[in-house]
């Protein structure tokens, strides 16, 4: 069993900054991508940011330069660093993990609401 535990989320204004945190428990071997999502209402998901085991990261364009993502791999963990929010980026964020273990597997946290007033 893997579960996905998010943090971190609140009310800021704009310009302001978050700290997301999402620790993975239970299980994880091998190869394996963390990634933060977020939804706003009406909205469809879409990646903010993604990281691998081997360092590589991956960014939103519309979030590069303001978000960072950092991963502990030992301690399966995956922070994103919001900067500079925007109301824009008002949304329910969603931590993901993605890894090989057999065959591919992909687990989700319960996601944690991030506002951002103008």
């Known amino acids: 069993q893997v579960q996905l535990t998010e943090s971190g989320g609140g009310l800021v204004q704009s310009g302001g900054s978050l700290r997301l945190s999402c620790r993975a428990s239970g299980s994880i071997v091998g190869k394996s991508a963390m990634s933060w999502y977020r939804q706003a209402p009406g909205k469809g998901r879409e990646l903010v940011a993604s990281?691998?085991?081997?360092?590589?990261?991956t960014y939103a364009d519309t979030v590069r330069g303001r978000f960072t993502i950092s991963r502990d791999i030992a301690e399966n963990t995956v922070d994103l660093q919001m900067n500079s929010l925007k109301p824009e980026d008002t949304a329910v964020y969603y931590c993901?993990?993605?890894?090989?273990?057999?065959?591919?597997?992909?687990?989700w946290g319960q996601g944690t609401q991030v506002t951002v007033s103008s």
């Open positions: 993901k993990i993605l890894f090989y273990n057999g065959t591919y597997l992909t687990y």
């Open positions: 990281a691998a085991t081997g360092g590589s990261t």
